[in-house]
């Protein structure tokens, strides 16, 4: 079963404006990871976060953790039309198998032109 | 360097045939991870591999499902008497095994049964 629910499951927006998408989980996590899906192909990391940090930056891309709501937003800032992809976060649990990732069911994101 | 690689991109297979899917990691890396991608299940976890520890095989779905690693390095899982609901996209990953360690995914290998 999933451990993340992610929302809104799909998201259409216009380039240049700015995409926030959700997810939240069920229980406690050691990092919690960001992805980029394109063309139902191969995953793309894109941002890790560590249950003891609140906020991380990588480029365009502004990610939050609130462990006290077991949630994640991920903000896509000055959005393009190479953003359009899905995306997935996912979560590591305290002694799961290494690292296993226990992934959402993802946000479908389009930028149109 | 090179990334992680899948092969083939692509099988399509008929029920009940046997099929073997492939994953290079990248060099280096001793943590290799199966996953896989159907509609009606999302990403789902199937096996995990640690340097030369035993498998977790907690993921697979049932025992037409088996997975090896070769001297550490490439693995190859396979699936056996294949029934349609196997259709899916087949992605590995590996990562350098230690705690909080990215995983690198390969573009990943797409399952058709028919």
């Known amino acids: 079963s999933q451990q993340g629910e992610e929302d809104p499951q799909a998201l259409s927006i216009q380039e240049g404006e700015n995409a926030t998408m959700n997810c939240s989980y069920k229980t406690s996590i050691n990092n919690l990871q960001w992805y980029r899906q394109n063309s139902g192909r191969g995953l793309v990391h894109l941002i890790l976060?560590?249950?003891?940090?609140r906020e991380k930056h990588s480029g365009r891309l502004r990610v939050t953790l609130d462990t006290s709501k077991k949630s994640s937003s991920l903000l896509i800032t000055a959005s393009r039309a190479a953003d359009t992809a899905s995306y997935f976060c996912a979560t590591v649990i305290p002694k799961a198998a290494g690292n296993k990732l226990t992934f959402g069911g993802g946000t479908r994101v389009l930028v149109k032109p | 360097g090179a990334g992680v690689s899948q092969s083939p991109s692509n099988k399509v297979t008929e029920k009940g045939k046997d099929v073997e899917l492939r994953c290079d990691p990248i060099?280096?890396?001793?943590?290799l991870y199966w996953y896989r991608q159907s509609l009606g299940q999302g990403l789902e976890f199937l096996i995990y591999f640690q340097g030369n520890s035993a498998p977790d095989k907690s993921g697979l779905p049932s025992d037409r499902f088996s997975a090896e690693r070769t001297g550490g390095s490439v693995s190859t899982l396979t699936i056996q008497r294949t029934q349609q609901e196997d259709s899916a996209v087949y992605l590995c990953?590996?990562?350098?095994?230690?705690?909080?360690?990215?995983?690198?995914f390969g573009p990943g290998t797409r399952l058709l049964v028919l």
């Open positions: 990953a590996s990562s350098l095994g230690r705690v909080m360690e990215t995983q690198y």
């Open positions: 060099s280096g890396h001793t943590a």
């Open positions: 976060i560590r249950s003891n940090e």
